[in-house]
C-alpha cells in the first residue's frame, strides 16, 4: 500500500505511521526524520535546511522533492510506504503524482488526521524524541519507562528545537497556507480519508485501520 498521512503538525501523524509501518511491514517515510538526522550530521543537506526548520517554515519544495525521489527507490520501499509529512505543498503534491505515474503507480489512500489546535499545542509542547532511532514521546500521554531515556535504544530524549511556541505557531500558520489546500487536492481525487485524532494512540490506532482495512 502506498500511503500518505497528512494533518497538522502534532495531530499524531508519526506517532502513528510508526505503529501502521509495523503492522503492514512497509516503511514509514518521514521528511522531517530525513531532515533532522541531516542536519544532526551537519551533511550539506543539513545545513541548507536547518534554519528553515528550527523557525518552523518549510525546506523548499526542490529539496524535499529530491529526498523523496532517491527514498522512494529504495528495495524496501518496493511493496508500498507511508510517507509521513511529505507532501506539504501543492507543487509537492504534483511532483509526487509525476514520479509514481512515471512507475505506472499511484497512492492508495490519503489520511487526513484533524484535532483542536488546543489539544496540538498540549502535544507538542510535551513532545520528546529519541535522536538515535526516532521514538516519540510525551512527558504527560506517552512517557519512556525510564524518564528521559528512550525505552527501545536507551539515548537521551531530546525536546525538539521547534517545539517551543513561536516556531509552533508559525508552523501551524505554515500548516493553514500551505498544507490545508491538499485536502481539497485529495478529496477531489477520491483518496481522502479524514481520521479523528483525538483518544488515546490506541483509540487514534483502531481509527486508522478501521479506515483501511476496505482498500487493503
Ligand atoms: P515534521 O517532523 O514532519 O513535523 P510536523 O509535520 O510538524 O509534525 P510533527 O512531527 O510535529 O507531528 P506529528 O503529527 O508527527 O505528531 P507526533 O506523532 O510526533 O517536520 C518538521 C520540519 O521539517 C517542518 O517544520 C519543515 O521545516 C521540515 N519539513 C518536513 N517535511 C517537509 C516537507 N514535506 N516540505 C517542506 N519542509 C518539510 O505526536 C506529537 C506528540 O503527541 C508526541 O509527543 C506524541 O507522543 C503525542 N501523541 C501522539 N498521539 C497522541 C494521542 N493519540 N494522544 C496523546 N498524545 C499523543
Known amino acids: 500500500m502506498r500511503l500518505i498521512f497528512l494533518g497538522p503538525p502534532g495531530v499524531g501523524k508519526g506517532t502513528q505511521a510508526q505503529r501502521l509501518s509495523g503492522r503492514l511491514r512497509i516503511p514509514k517515510i518521514s521528511t522531517g526524520d530525513i531532515l533532522r538526522e541531516a542536519v544532526e550530521k551537519k551533511t550539506e543537506l543539513g545545513v541548507r535546511a536547518r534554519g528553515y526548520m528550527e523557525s518552523g517554515g518549510l525546506v523548499p519544495d526542490e529539496v524535499v522533492v529530491g529526498i523523496i525521489r532517491e527514498r522512494i527507490k529504495e528495495p524496501d520501499a518496493a511493496g ?23 512507475r505506472n ?63 509552533i505557531r508559525k508552523r501551524l500558520e505554515v500548516y493553514r497556507a500551505q498544507t490545508v489546500p491538499l485536502i481539497d487536492y485529495y478529496q477531489s481525487r477520491g483518496r481522502r480519508l479524514e481520521i479523528d485524532g483525538s483518544g488515546t494512540p490506541e483509540e487514534v490506532f483502531r481509527k486508522v485501520t478501521a479506515a483501511i482495512d476496505p482498500i487493503q
Not at 510506504?81 to 509526487?96: H, K, M, S, V, Y
Not at 526516532?134 to 531530546?158: K, S, T, W
Open 105 to 167: 503507480e499511484g497512492i492508495d489512500a490519503v489520511l487526513d488526521f484533524k484535532l483542536s489546535e488546543m489539544q496540538l499545542i498540549e502535544r507538542l509542547s510535551g513532545r520528546r524524541s529519541c535522536p538515535g532511532c526516532n521514538a516519540i514521546y510525551h512527558v504527560e500521554f506517552n512517557p519512556p519507562r525510564q524518564m528521559g531515556r528512550c525505552d527501545r535504544c536507551g539515548e537521551p530524549l531530546v525536546q525538539r528545537k521547534d517545539d517551543h511556541p513561536e516556531p
Open 80 to 102: 508500498g510506504f507511508i510517507l509521513d509529512g511529505f507532501p506539504r505543498t501543492r507543487p509537492q503534491a504534483e511532483a509526487l503524482d509525476r514520479m509514481l505515474g512515471d
